[in-house]
């Protein structure tokens, strides 16, 4: 669903942010990428968003060329970034609605926004609430909901549980697990190792750019992943 | 998509702190201006119906052809309410004489004010449609992009499958929802305004130059949108975007008309008005020394029993002796064709002092194509009819006239005729021996024959002298003037959207 191929990065400022990467991230899989600050992990997200074109390499959603064809790419992905603030002055069903209609959801009514938001373990009380009322795990909860109202087959998430409280992370596991049942492809970027423990199918380390360790579930778990990870953070890359 | 975009963008402004305090400034602006102004309008009609009035009753009271003086008094124009333009500053009646070209109009306004209230708000509605809605523009469109990108929803609407350029359209039609009502809102308030108020009627030609000022007026807000949207697309952060659009505001605005008018000042010079005045007066003085030498050509003892004159020209005699008047009616036929010379001698300086005032307005329109402001401006004072050039028309007409009511006298051989002089009939004024004669046995006044007196005759019928016509420029030759400046401003908007176009298709949506 998701693959990069060769994927690189090289700044105007000629930073190397990322660095032929490889991967590839079927139906029903969630792909967890780990990595210190600057590794290069939002910049491997913006390529598949066409925020930015790559210097080399190809990115695909569905086998379309990101670069080629974005807008047809976009079809296929929806995105919940990190620290979204959302407009402040609409409540939480006018943003989800806006959204919604972008996505091309046209024929939603109250109730199904109510429903998705409730899903999602947002309060009652807070649907009609201006959204710049809202504490950063609520909005990270409509983040989440636009992209389940979108509903894709792929899934990026970039930093998804920063600020969230242990129950609402809980949560944000259980919904990326259901999601993971009705065969989504998910990538997230995280530094939230338990997490990615938890539920991911293969994980990835990234630094400086380099995917420097990749392991399925089965390999991870027998291995003990903290250990592997800090291990890899301290070692200068060759 | 685009759509999306515009009807979110709109409700978002309309609950905004901005539009509520752009709504509210509109609604205490626009009323106050235009009451000052209708007030102002109504004013000046009152004034005009007294002076034309005036000058009606004047014009017939004459018994004399030399004592003829046609008064014009120009009204005031009802649109003025939108737009002043230069009509408080030139005056709005002019006397014909044979003596004078009139080069300005008598009157103005200002002088007929209270001098001692300082009026402070002299502002009308095209001034203040110039200020508020450049300012509006601006802040509603200086963070159309930086907003989305600080809120984070850029990155998610571009996740989305939608092109840049529906974005970019939706942006802008969402600038335009919100900007148009308020554009409505102000000039619907006004005209409802104008039409509960008294005394003030507009035609429909009237209202069509209102639909038009609106249309002017959209294409100067849409000017600042774009030039607004252009720099929110090349600025990355809010509050730089804000400081360079105010700053280009305030340039716009407030300090280009004045560096204009301080070049404009200094490149241009004009002479001054009193050596263009001292060189009328040594004209002047010519002129009568001529007369005098002319006067003691003759040796005639011009006693007079009863004389009304001036230095215009006008005299008026009766009870005269039949050698005397005869004699007056030979310097008026000297003298009134001299005068006449003497004012086309006069009117080379005239001219020249007018040139050169012409000369500094027409570097001052050219300067005005750097603002879009002034162009804004010339061109609602163009379609309102209070610019230099309606003024310059009128005065051209009211010189065309007095060339015409001079070359009525010259064509009738006026000056040659007794009833130029007097209204007593040339065959009643006795010969000088015989008026002695009478005069031994008159002992006072009243013992003096009536026809000696003036006011025992009628006024003159001047049915035949020809009336002043007020031209009214057509609605085609308006716009010609209008219609470049307005396409200048619309092919600035498109250029300037055009640039937006390619900045933003370079915009980093992170
Ligand atoms: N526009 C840019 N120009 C130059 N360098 C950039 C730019 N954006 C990011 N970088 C650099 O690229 C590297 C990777 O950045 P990236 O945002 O992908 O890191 P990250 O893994 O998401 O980090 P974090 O965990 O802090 O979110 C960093 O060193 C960063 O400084
Ligand atoms: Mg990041």
């Known amino acids: 669903m998701l693959k990069a191929v060769d994927l690189t990065k090289r700044y105007e400022d000629n930073h190397l942010a990322l660095d032929a990467l490889n991967l590839e991230i079927g139906k029903g899989e969630i792909f967890c990428l780990l990595g210190a600050n600057g590794a290069g992990k939002t910049t491997t997200i913006n390529l598949f968003l066409n925020f930015i074109e790559p210097t080399s390499g190809k990115a695909f959603i569905n086998d379309i060329d990101v670069s080629k064809e974005p807008l047809k790419a976009k079809k296929y992905i929806s995105y919940v970034c990190e620290n979204v603030m959302l407009y402040g002055n609409f409540t939480a069903r006018q943003n989800l609605d806006f959204f919604a209609r972008l996505g091309g959801k046209n024929n939603l009514t109250k109730e199904d926004y109510y429903m998705y938001m409730r899903d999602v373990g947002l309060q009652e009380e807070a649907f009609e609430k201006k959204v710049k009322t809202f504490s950063k795990g609520m909005r990270q909860k409509i983040g989440l909901t636009i992209a389940i109202i979108k509903d894709t087959p792929a899934i990026l998430l970039d930093e998804p549980t920063t600020g969230l409280d242990p129950k609402a992370a809980s949560e944000l596991t259980r919904i990326l697990l259901r999601l993971k049942q009705e065969g989504k492809a998910i990538f997230m970027c995280t530094h939230d190792i338990f997490r990615a423990k938890a539920i991911a199918d293969k994980v990835g380390i990234m630094k400086d750019g380099r995917l420097v360790m990749m392991r399925t579930r089965k390999e991870f778990l027998e291995d003990d992943l903290e250990r592997i990870y800090l291990d890899y953070m301290q070692e200068p890359v060759v | ?409 010259v064509d009738n051989k006026m000056f040659e005729l007794p009833e130029y002089i007097t209204p007593q009939d040339i065959n009643t004024f006795p010969p000088k021996k015989k008026l002695e004669k009478m005069w031994n046995s008159i002992k006072c006044i009243e013992d003096c024959p009536p026809s000696w007196f003036s006011n025992y005759y009628p006024y003159l019928d001047l049915s035949d002298i020809p009336v002043f016509k007020f031209h009214q420029t057509s609605l085609i030759q308006e716009l010609s003037q209008s219609i470049i400046k307005l396409s200048f401003l619309v092919i600035i908007s498109i250029i300037f959207f055009y640039l937006t176009v390619l900045s933003f298709r370079k915009y980093d949506l992170r």
Not at chain 2, 189 to 199: A, G, H, R, T
Not at chain 2, 354 to 376: G, V, Y
Request: aromatic share 16%.
């Open chain 2, 1 to 409: 998509m685009a759509w999306l975009i515009a009807k979110k963008d709109f409700l978002l402004n309309l609950i905004s702190t901005r539009f509520i305090i752009a709504f509210l400034l509109c609604l205490f602006l626009i009323p106050f201006t235009v009451i000052v102004n209708v007030n102002d309008y109504q004013n000046r009609l009152r004034v005009y119906q007294v002076e034309k009035a005036k000058a009606e009753k004047e014009f017939k009271q004459t018994r004399v052809y030399s004592g003829v003086r046609p008064e014009i008094v120009k009204p005031p124009q009802a649109l003025s309410i939108f737009c002043k333009g230069i009509s408080n500053n030139v005056g709005n009646r002019v006397t014909i004489y044979l003596g004078k070209i009139p080069l300005f109009a008598q009157g103005k306004t200002a002088e007929r004010d209270n001098p001692l209230l300082n009026s402070f708000f002299s502002i009308d509605f095209i001034n203040v449609i110039a200020i508020i809605m450049s300012l509006l523009a601006l802040v509603f469109s200086y963070d159309i992009f930086s907003k989305e990108k600080e809120n984070g929803t850029l990155k998610l609407i571009f996740s989305n499958r939608i092109s840049r350029s529906s974005f970019l359209s939706g942006k802008i039609a969402g600038i335009y929802l919100t900007l148009i009502p308020i554009l409505l809102f102000n000039f619907i308030l006004s005209c409802l305004i104008i039409i509960f108020s008294q005394d003030v009627s507009l035609t429909a030609n009237d209202w069509l130059h209102v639909a038009l000022l609106f249309f002017a007026s959209f294409i100067y807000m849409s000017f600042f949108i774009f030039l607004s949207t252009f720099i929110s697309s090349k600025v990355k952060c809010s509050i730089t975007s804000i400081i360079i659009n105010l700053f280009l505001w305030i340039w716009f605005l407030f300090l280009f008309p004045n560096i204009s008018t301080y070049l404009v000042k200094t490149f241009s010079k004009v002479g001054l008005y009193e050596n263009m005045k001292y060189a009328m007066d040594q004209l002047d003085n010519e002129f009568s020394d001529k007369c005098v030498n002319f006067n003691n050509s003759f040796d005639i003892d011009r006693d007079h029993f009863n004389l009304n004159g001036g230095y215009d020209g006008y005299f008026e005699t009766t009870g005269d002796s039949r050698e005397v008047i005869d004699f007056e009616i030979k310097i008026k036929t000297f003298k009134e064709p001299l005068r006449i010379d003497y004012a086309d001698k006069k009117w080379v300086y005239q001219k020249k002092y007018l040139d050169d005032l012409m000369k500094q307005k027409k570097l001052a329109k050219s300067f005005a194509w750097f603002s879009p402001s002034d162009l804004f401006e010339n061109i609602s004072s163009s379609l309102c009819q209070t610019n230099t050039q309606e003024y310059n028309d009128f005065m051209s007409n009211v010189r065309d006239y007095r060339k015409t009511f001079v070359q009525y006298f």
